[in-house]
């Protein structure tokens, strides 16, 4: 089982900067492909942004420039560098992780950006 801890959510103007870090529990955190994804209420969550275990990352479109996804595999951390915020990435922020068929989920963290 593999424990995930989102932080770094919080209140921004639109235009800020957050960082957002999710830490994971185990030894298996370089083995694993990691994400970021985000939901708001009555939608479905979505995709944010990817990154495997070798580093290749992926990006939704809508943040595609403004966010980028990195990982620290000796701190068993993932970060999402979030710039030019927009209102419109109010969402709670959840880290996911995948290992072969098994996949895990944080709790969330709260991102909202004020206009």
């Known amino acids: 089982q593999v424990q995930l801890v989102e932080s770094g959510g919080g209140l921004v103007q639109a235009g800020g900067s957050l960082r957002l870090s999710c830490v994971a529990s185990?030894?298996?955190?370089?083995?694993?492909?990691m994400g970021w994804y985000r939901q708001t209420p009555g939608k479905q969550r979505e995709l944010v942004a990817t990154?495997?275990?070798?580093?290749?990352?992926n990006y939704a479109n809508s943040v595609k420039g403004r966010f980028f996804i990195s990982r620290d595999n000796a701190k068993n951390t993932l970060y999402l560098r979030m710039n030019s915020l927009k209102p419109e990435d109010t969402a709670v922020y959840y880290c996911?992780?995948?290992?072969?068929?098994?996949?895990?989920w944080g709790k969330g963290t709260l991102v909202t950006v004020s206009s």
């Open positions: 990154i495997n275990s070798a580093g290749s990352t």
């Open positions: 996911k992780a995948n290992l072969g068929l098994r996949e895990f």
């Open positions: 185990g030894s298996i955190f370089s083995l694993m492909a």
